[in-house]
């Protein structure tokens, strides 16, 4: 019988794993993902690249050294249409994120703004270009 991967997710027979990013800088990732917005980094494999794993709930982050790195890109029309990964949290956790990358000069794709579909959301890069979305599009009754 063959299955779709809508069908098994639903199942809870599939979910997603892990998001990978390339870094170019391990001790500069290493302070921004784990002391600026307080990810648990988790024992990573010895594999044939450097890089650093981060544990997020229902999924892992894999960040992957590679000095060439170069930024991915993105729509001529809005900066944020490009490749990234999103976290939902609470508003009230949102905004105390906020304070601490603002406090730590991360730079902002965007302010804080509503999106069309109603939530809070706000767009900044890590130190190495990658594109992270913070919205708070959370059902906390689960």
Known sequence: MSHTFDQLIKNKKAKLSHIALLITD?????HFYGNILGFKEIERPQLFIKGLWYDLGEFELHLMLYEQAVPSQF???NETVQPHFALSIMQNELMTILEKLKDSDVQFISEPALSPAGRMQIFFYDYDKNMIELNNDIDTSK
């Open 75 to 77: 729509h001529p029309l």
């Open 26 to 30: 391990l001790e500069k990732a290493r």
